[in-house]
């Protein structure tokens, strides 16, 4: 295989001695040997100078500009490191680390990440080209870092060449969480996704609208800036401006930028809220200009710079506005403070950074605290001279708070985590392997040891009682909640109203769209009764028609009654085709009034026709005298059918049924009828009820008519049927949710419909077909007869029974002289009784034969 070697060049010194660099070690900012090697990015200068040279050379200039907040940093790693080292974490083995200087550039990265990279162990500082690095052992296993998004992601692409693990403690750009572009980099700070979301909400919830934006001119800035725009649109926000600022501060152009940018500012007097993704530097020079010109804004701060104590060092700074900001979350910070209260006896000769804070200390030993960041920035950019140790002491002993004043609690728990995240890792992989050899494992195995297993698409992390978030439990996502990554903090929740999810989803899937359909097989049975039921209709209605002249028929009111009713049982059938199929304004208006309208019109023809059997036989005078004033036929039959057309129209004028999506079922959208008014819906029914019950009583007083011609007897069963069914319908109805609501009113149509059709046509069908010998006019004749002399004699019977008794009554009469005269007068008054009862009986039946009565049973 081929080999290409690639020397490692020497750089200049970035350190505050500012020496050439003689060996790449002088490169370091800081290390400590041990067993396994972590590497460390810390951006400790702010800014790298520009050259001065033509043609520049390809030299790492010299870096000036001392972060405290990130020289804490850098202390944080180192301080988890040893803290790892004194623990049982890792017995036997330690750990050693290189912490390097990125001055705020990704040149200086660059060249760091070569070092990383380079081979273990070698006499010369080479990496090696390879078409597989599965077997090559690095100098370092893993790094910690880098801060900034735009260094992190050029660092980890030359990483995952050989795949190593690559933890930040602060790069939250959203694009780094792509596993397919960065494999090998982790994080133990949320990405701007989760930042810009909850920007966007506080915004939207404090009621502003109008808003500008500044960010840097890089990878983090701008994907911020998009991500935070794509967020403020779903809530509804505007934004004024958006102001972009160079990434660096050696850029000539950063100063002019600022001005402008705050012209703007002034400009755009009616933006009061201003959202800021900088770094902290940026930050600093912006809020001191912005004081200089009075400008006075509520800042929205990213985590970049929210808890920055540098910002609140500017002088005057409270006249900038409000700053609120999103910051990392905190942890144990006990133990790092100690750590800081005894850092004047750590050891210096391996830490430069560490050399170089102690000689700035010493240098602005005169300013007081408040001022002490400035001086040490400002006299970082010159040449030091070395003080003695004591010196060194007594200064960090004035100066014993200092350091902690500007710890920023959210940054170091993140590099706490990182660190130990690292340790968890190792940890498993010495499990089985003597990891005191250095050759012991490849930095590409510790991606497949974590503390916990990587979460699949459709799971979300859930974390359990270890102080650890690298330590965690995989539960899937509940129904209606999806995840598309791996390792997700939490679950999407789908719109319910038109998607849903099962469990351990990794997406939202579209509900479907649910009715009683035409195939569904409940329908096609339903449909198939009604045209059953259309087909009885129409061979009743071919029956009648061809037997018009027959008794029955004319029994049955005749011809014109018998198709009015015939058609309302027509329509009532039909009116089930309207329950199915997807429903619409139209079908959902129809189907109800249709049903209503055309039932109320068959209960009215067969209310009169109940009427005028009891009319017809009807041998008491008191209740003849008062049927015939009641049976007024056709006002009656278009006043019952009337009320109800009134109702309907009410109903769907004021209330009218119409089309709704019920989107309260987890899967499916059920697509139905709302009726608009359960009020106008069970007046409708119930007034349906009340002509049914009426019929029923009039049809119950008839139920002893002759019986092959005993319509009333089977009317009264139709009405029983009726009942029956709309008893059951109710709490039925009431109780069933879903597609086949709409089928259970279709069932008690049919049943009444059914009941009634069957109870008042199919007897005389019967006696039509079959029973011929008993449809002619002398059968009908005779049977009328022999029903009017049995009544008659009936009658009689009464009378006679009730004479009896009150000649019983008499009878008692403790008189014994009158005995013989009234038993013979009591003899008299029945003879006499029963003579005028024979005769009222035969007037009567001679003066109903030739009214023709016979037509109207």
């Keep these: 295989m081929a080999l290409l070697m690639i020397p490692m060049t020497c750089f200049g010194s970035i350190l505050a001695t500012f020496q050439p660099c003689q060996t790449p070690d002088d490169f370091v900012a800081a290390t400590s040997p041990g067993h396994i090697m972590i590497g460390g990015l810390f951006a400790i200068h702010e800014k790298m100078l520009s050259s001065e040279d033509y043609p520049r050379r390809p030299e790492i200039q010299k870096c000036v500009g001392f972060e405290i907040s990130i020289f804490l940093q850098a202390l944080a790693m180192i301080h988890s490191i040893e803290m790892i080292n004194n623990s049982p974490l890792l017995s036997g083995v330690t750990l050693g680390y290189e912490i390097y200087d990125t001055c705020t550039e990704v040149t200086v990265a660059m060249a760091a990440a070569l070092r990383f990279l380079s081979k273990l162990n070698c006499s010369r500082e080479m990496v090696e080209f390879k078409c597989d690095y599965s077997s090559y052992m690095p100098r370092v296993k893993a790094v910690i870092g880098a801060g900034y998004s735009e260094i992190t992601m050029a660092v980890s692409r030359m990483l995952n060449l050989q795949l190593m693990p690559q933890v930040s403690y602060e790069s939250t750009a959203e694009i780094l969480s792509d596993k397919i572009r960065f494999p090998s980099f982790l994080r133990t700070v949320p990405s701007d996704f989760y930042q810009t979301k909850a920007m966007a909400h506080l915004i939207q919830k404090s009621g502003w609208n109008w808003i500008g934006i500044i960010a840097t001119d890089d990878d983090y800035g701008r994907l911020a800036l998009n991500t935070f725009a794509v ?19 050696s850029d000539d152009t950063l100063e002019v930028r600022i001005n402008e940018t705050l012209e703007k500012i002034i400009a755009e007097a009616q933006v009061n809220v201003i959202v800021v993704f900088l770094r902290q530097s940026h930050v600093f020079n ?454 086949y609501l709409p089928a259970v009113e279709i069932i008690v149509i049919l049943i009444s419909n059914y009941g009634i059709l069957c109870c008042t046509f199919f007897p005389k069908c019967y006696v039509i077909l079959c029973r011929q010998e008993a449809n002619t006019k002398s059968a009908f004749l005779k049977m009328i007869y022999s029903y009017s002399s049995q009544a008659a004699s009936s009658l009689a019977i009464s009378h006679v029974s009730l004479d009896s008794t009150n000649s019983n009554i008499t009878m008692t009469d403790p008189s014994s002289g009158g005995r013989s005269a009234t038993r013979q007068e009591s003899k008299d008054l029945q003879a006499q009784a029963f003579a005028h009862i024979c005769r009222e009986n035969a007037t009567r039946v001679s003066k109903i034969l030739p009214r023709k009565r016979i037509s109207s049973i």
């Design 286 to 739: 912006l809020f001191s200009k912005a004081i200089e010109r009075n400008i006075n804004k509520i800042w929205i701060a990213s985590d970049n710079w929210s808890t920055a104590t540098k910002i609140t060092t500017i002088p005057n700074v409270k006249k900038i506005g409000k700053v609120v900001g999103f910051a990392f979350r905190r942890g144990n910070m006990s133990s790092f403070h100690s750590f800081l209260q005894h850092l004047h006896i750590f050891p210096s000769e391996n830490n430069k950074a560490l050399h170089e804070y102690a000689m700035l200390l010493s240098a602005c030993a005169h300013v007081k605290n408040s001022d002490l960041s400035q001086c040490i920035a400002n006299h970082s950019q010159g040449t030091l001279a070395y003080k003695a140790n004591e010196d060194m002491e007594k200064n960090f002993s004035l100066r014993n708070d200092f350091l902690w004043d500007y710890t920023e609690p959210g940054l170091v728990h993140s590099i706490q985590l990182a660190v130990l995240a690292l340790g968890y890792a190792i940890r498993d992989l010495c499990q089985a392997r003597d990891c005191q050899n250095p050759y012991a494992f490849q930095p590409w195995e510790q991606i497949q040891s974590k503390c916990s297993k990587e979460c699949t698409p459709g799971q979300m992390k859930k974390t359990t009682r270890s102080q650890h978030i690298c330590c965690y439990e995989c539960v899937n996502c509940p129904e209606n909640h999806y995840s598309n990554q791996t390792d997700m903090d939490h679950c999407f929740l789908c719109n319910n109203e038109t998607h849903w999810a099962p469990v351990r989803s990794t997406r939202c899937f579209e509900k479907e769209v649910e009715y009683l359909n035409w195939n569904d097989s409940l329908a096609v049975l339903l449909l198939a009764l009604s045209l059953l039921g259309i087909m009885f209709v129409l061979a009743i209605g071919i029956i009648f028609t061809r037997n018009l002249n027959t008794p029955v028929v004319k029994s049955s009111g005749g011809l014109l009654v018998c198709y009015v009713i015939l058609l309302c049982h027509f329509l009532n059938f039909a009116s089930t085709g309207f329950f199915i199929g997807e429903p619409q304004d139209f079908t959902c208006k129809t189907r109800q009034t249709l049903f209503g309208v055309s039932f109320t019109l068959c209960i009215s023809c067969i209310l009169m026709k109940s009427l005028k059997i009891l009319l017809a036989f009807s041998f008491d005078p008191k209740l003849q005298s008062f049927l015939k004033c009641l049976y007024q036929p056709i006002p009656i039959i278009f006043t019952c059918t009337g009320i109800q057309v009134v109702i309907c129209t009410i109903w769907l004028i004021f209330a009218a049924p119409a089309v709704e999506e019920n989107v309260s079922l987890p899967r499916v959208i059920l697509l139905e009828c709302e009726e608009g008014s359960i009020l106008a819906f069970g007046t409708m029914l119930g007034y349906i009820a009340i002509l049914a019950f009426i019929c029923f009583i009039f049809a119950f007083k008839g139920r002893k008519l002759p019986e092959h011609y005993n319509e009333a007897k089977f009317i009264t069963f139709g009405m029983l049927i009726y009942f029956i069914a709309w008893i059951i319908f109710i709490p039925v109805y009431a109780t069933t949710f879903g597609k």
């Design 231 to 249: 967020q403020t649109t779903a809530n509804n926000v505007c934004i004024a401006f958006k102001e972009v600022l160079p990434a660096f501060l």
